[in-house]
């Protein structure tokens, strides 16, 4: 499945995002060196005009006189215009000076000028901060520049996003309408999309995959069940038809002796079947629990021995436990105890070992034909048998089949070689502690 990467487009988007940031800051710059820098002395001459001509105005007049035609002159200033007592201005030592020189002066804000009325009174032009007018901003073009410098990323951030919408709903409906089928066609190749979706979209697929292969599973089970329950129950339908027919006293035991033995063989292959298709899947509560190396294996072959099977146990390990599901553990050793002795002949050795650092590995030897090379993968498979379909004891074809499945859920692995003894070597390998 290909994933689209970000790459030329990614590229550009950035190289943009670059360019307009300088594009700004340079703009900014310009604007902030289009100000007019005006110095204190150029400042006081600026003002010592409208001062002069202030003074003209008001000088001579008092009272509500005065104050109504500083009302009037107000009008014509952006900035506003004050009669002060000179005594309750805060002015540097040479300030006085100046203003009985008819200067202007700064006060402690730089943003307020003073210009002498006469000796007791200040005209106060100021605060100067906000003065210019809002359309000698608009009429500058750099202003404008700079205003759609700062406003390019909206329409392009806008089209942008509308453009991932529209791309992650077309994604969307393809991934819907794939999903529908998926089911049906677990081959099917989802839409490509994006890195975000990759993710999703692997783990898509591989379920189709899981679910596929648990459909194969189950119908193999299905058809190799299916399959084994044809001889027992012909065997039955053969036995009941001369049931029917009269049969002596003798042939009748014998007759239902073997009903029962065909259905002990049913329940037990139903009983298998059912344990080969609950591990095909991992156990929904694996256990973790200490399980003492020597008297586990020792418990197995006690078991084994009493059905009449002797048995040595070899212990050439440092590790006393392993921590696993005692069942699955129980299930594993188990079948494989029961293969080396139904095609042993007579010895059978359990030994474990170390195998690393953080495993141990059981050999379970018998002394029987062995297993060709080419059959050492297939015998692992269920319903495979070597021995011939009507030869006595050999089971179902589940044993290996189930210790395989089991052993994977317990992180180890299987794996069959030549015996010392001269038969078939089974070893499992399984960590000490499950991850």
Known sequence: MRIKRPGLAGGLALLAGVGWGALTVWLLFLSAKSAVGVSEYSFRRLMSGPGYLLVGQLRGLSGEVR????????????????????????????????LDNEHAVLGVSEEIAYYALDRDTLIQFGPMWG?????????????????????????????????????RAATMA????????????PALILPTGSGEWAPLLAALQQHAHNIAAMGERHKEVSQAVSHELRTPLARMRFALALLERGADEDTRQRLQQRLLKDIAELESLVRASLAFARLADAPAALAREPVLLRSWLQEELDALE???QPAELVIDTTARELRGDR????????????????????????????????HIVLH?????PGVALEDRDRIFEPFVRLMPHDAEHTGHGLGLALARRAAHWQQGDIQVTRSPLGGAR?????????D
């Open 174 to 185: 393809a991934l819907s309408m794939s999903l529908s089928q998926l089911a049906r066609t």
């Open 364 to 368: 379970v030897d018998d002394d029987g």
């Open 426 to 434: 089974f070893s499992l390998v399984l960590p000490l502690r499950l």
């Open 131 to 167: 003065a210019a007018a809002m359309e000698d901003v608009l009429n500058l073009r750099i202003y404008w520049l700079t205003a759609a410098s700062a406003a390019l990323p909206l329409p392009l951030l806008l089209l942008a996003a509308w453009q991932r919408r529209r791309k």
């Open 327 to 358: 069942a699955l553990l129980h299930l594993i050793v188990r079948n494989l105890l029961v293969n080396a002795c139904t095609y042993g002949h007579g010895r059978l050795r359990l030994s474990a070992a170390n195998h690393g650092s953080a």
């Open 306 to 308: 009493l059905a009449g």
């Open 67 to 98: 104050a109504q035609r500083l009302q009037e002159l107000q009008r014509r200033f952006q900035f506003p215009l004050t009669l002060v007592p000179r005594n309750s201005v805060e002015l540097a030592p040479e300030a006085g000076v100046m």
